[in-house]
């Protein structure tokens, strides 16, 4: 059974980085994509970053690009979202998900397994 555990969250000033971790066990990921997704109080859930376990292949939203960075630890299967010059838009839950050599890597039914999330609040 596959499970994904995140951390790292918290309340952070504007201008501040946090970095978020999700811990994946339960199966091997190679042909899997990890993504990172958000939910604002009100709004719809959006992509923010996925990379491939398999070749690194990285994708950012256009919101976040230049300030956030997804990175992958292979032995500890665990997928990192730095975040850096954090604005008061960029509060939600953000979501760790898995999904099987999806091409659709911004869709969030690609994505078969999530996390619980986990909450960033930045103040301004």
């Known amino acids: 059974q596959v499970q994904l555990v995140e951390s790292g969250g918290g309340l952070v000033q504007a201008g501040g980085s946090l970095r978020l971790s999700c811990a994946a066990s339960g199966r091997t990921f190679s042909y899997y994509v990890m993504g990172w997704f958000r939910q604002a109080p009100g709004k719809e859930r959006e992509f923010v970053a996925a990379?491939?376990?398999?070749?690194?292949?990285?994708y950012y939203a256009d919101s976040v690009k230049g300030r956030f960075t997804i990175s992958r630890d292979n032995p500890r299967n665990t997928v990192y979202l730095q975040m850096n010059r954090l604005k008061p838009e960029d509060t939600a839950v953000y979501y760790c998900a898995t999904g099987y050599q999806t091409d659709y890597v911004t869709a969030s039914r690609s994505y078969a397994y999530w996390g619980q999330g986990t909450q960033v609040t930045v103040s301004s």
């Open positions: 990379i491939r376990w398999s070749g690194g292949n990285i």
